[in-house]
């Protein structure tokens, strides 16, 4: 759903109509609040913010799950060693 220009509300607007625009956006409609024409808060239903934060955390953890996939093809390339044989011989090392 993408924003209109009657979802642009000036916070005088928004503090005067607040019921009214809760109800939108319960509806389903978003709504960017302005403060001196700058965009300043949104206003959406707080299951998708909930939907939206749920959204954030899956990325962060695809993310993470690549960064340990190129970690791994840095091991299989020889690019790194993998933290257990790097511990082993530095063990090694300090024990000659």
Same mark, same amino acid.
């Given at each position: 759903m993408g924003?209109?220009? &009657? @979802?642009?509300?000036?916070?005088?607007h928004a503090r005067a109509n607040f019921? %009214?625009?809760?109800e939108e956006v319960k509806a389903g409609a978003e709504?960017?609040?302005?403060k001196n024409g700058e965009s300043y808060i949104a206003l959406i239903?707080?299951?998708r913010l909930d939907y939206y934060h749920q959204? %954030? &955390?899956e990325r962060i953890h695809l993310l993470l799950i690549d960064e340990a996939s190129k970690g791994l @093809? @840095?091991?299989v390339t020889g690019k790194a060693k993998d933290a257990r044989g790097a511990i082993e011989a530095l063990k090694r090392k300090r024990a000659a």
């Open positions: 924003i209109s220009a &009657r @979802d642009i509300i000036p916070l005088s019921s %009214e625009l809760a709504k960017i609040i302005t239903d707080a299951s959204l %954030e &955390r @093809d @840095d091991v």
